[in-house]
């Protein structure tokens, strides 16, 4: 099967190009194993040199690596690009299906001695994942190692070393997880449940998360307190609840995600609400952000009327949400966790099961407070920095080339100097997270006086009628 040498492209210049294209679960799935290795290995134990290659349909990336250092596409001049596709071609033959799959990983060892089993573990280890990376040779060339993304029900047991090298979910950590990976191997999309889902809430986070159900096929109900809200998405095929109640009452699963502890506990209490619609064996997944008290209150009345109760609150963003790669902490009925499976995969890239019902709050409010005090701290510095004539661009600048290198931080201060504060995750809502966290740490008698200083600067921020725009305005609390 051959392929135009203009289809060899650099990994680091094409690689967020290419997950945009595909919705790129597969992709970033693949790109997160190999990135995440090369960063806990740094600084310990040699990592023999190899190349990289993801192989698409339309593509082959490659990524160079030499003792932990991905070398970037300066090193690729187009005569060794194209020696690479003649030496790749003959791997690429009608009978192999990595351009049916989607995505194909290509090791190429380029040391002299004997080769290694892989650096790359196969990806899941809980329910719905099922996927490995398979090995196979590569004609004429004992230095390569093929492997390729496919289903499976179990891992390889040639493949067991590598679990030692590479760990994607630690085995000691108490929790379980379903990696978002597609169920359908032959076109990329997952398999939809055949429940009817319902979704309470179409806010920044609620709205990605629909669209994404809606894509992957699966049978979805909305309702939002502001009804017109609900119009974009019952032209892409959703079915409009009256009331939570309704929705409740009409499907096998209903999601909600609003704003906070209040609106939770009046969405499920109050006049019409969710607990009105609550038979047994009905699930009802609490998707906020709220205190564990809350989470308590909740499980405990859904479960009363014979309901099934699962938290799952997201870690992320609007954009996140849209691209359908959030975080997704769960807790409470396991059977539930389960039966969300594939919603979980459509609506983002990894879920975790943390056990009891108000373990998942717990761990989202820690993660929303160190994010909101990380927020406030980046604001300072940029204020500072501005404050001691200091260029704020320099700073950025060699903030991304250090250790706190992250997409975070420089999505979020490029858009602080281009005065861009369009919410991707509400001021407001940092707020009452980092309020929650505070509050949590206070009934476990734990200091969090870094929590409590940056909650000050968001509620001055607030006070600047800061509340809807992103977390980033935090930075306007230093300037007025």
Known sequence: MARKVEQLKPYHAHKEEMIKINKGKRFQQAVDAVEDFLKKAKGKEQVRAFEMYLVFPDSLYLLEVKN????????????????????????WTSTQSPFDLGVSLLLK???????????????????????????????????FHHFLLSQSEKPASSMEPISKRLKIIEEDSGSTSIQAADSTAINGSITPTDKRIGFLGLGLMGS???????????????????????????????????????VASMCDITFSCVSDPK???????????????????????????????????????????????????????????????????????????EDCSSCFQAMGKTS??????????????ILNMVQGSFMATIAEGLTLAQATGQSQQTFLDILCQGQMASTFV??????????????????KHIQKDLRLAISMGDMANHPTPMAAAANEVYKRAKALDQSDNDISAVYRAYIH
């Not at 001695?113 to 590569?138: N, Q």
């Not at 307190?225 to 959703?238: H, P, S, V």
């Not at 997201?314 to 959030?326: E, F, P, T, Y």
């Not at 975790?352 to 409010?365: S, T």
């Open 208 to 246: 990605g998360i629909v669209s994404n159900l809606l894509k992957m096929g699966h049978v979805v109900t909305v309702w939002n307190r502001t009804a017109e809200k609900c119009d974009l998405f019952i032209q892409e095929g959703a079915r409009l609840g009256r009331t939570p109640a309704e």
């Open 352 to 365: 975790f099961f943390l056990g009891e019902a108000g373990n998942a709050a717990r761990m989202m409010l």
């Open 68 to 91: 932990n250092i991905p070398l970037g596409p300066q090193h690729f001049s187009p005569s060794y690009m194209t020696a690479k596709r003649h030496q790749l071609q003959q791997t």
């Open 410 to 427: 420089d999505q979020k201060c490029q858009n602080i100097l281009q005065g861009n504060f369009k919410p991707d995750y509400y001021l």
């Open 263 to 337: 609106a939770a506990r009046d969405l499920v209490l109050g006049p019409s609400g969710v607990l009105q619609g609550i038979r047994p064996g009905k699930c009802y997944v609490e998707m906020s952000t709220v205190d564990p008290e809350t989470i308590t209150e909740l499980s405990q009345v859904i479960t009363s009327r014979g309901g099934r109760f699962l938290e799952a609150p997201v870690a992320g963003s609007q954009q996140l949400s849209n691209d359908g790669m959030l975080v997704i902490l769960a807790a409470g009925d396991r059977t539930v966790y």
């Open 109 to 143: 060892d380029l040391t002299d001695s004997d080769p290694e089993p892989s650096t790359i573990e196969r990806l899941g280890a809980g329910p719905g994942s099922g996927f490995k990376w398979e090995s196979s040779p590569v004609k004429d060339d004992p230095h």
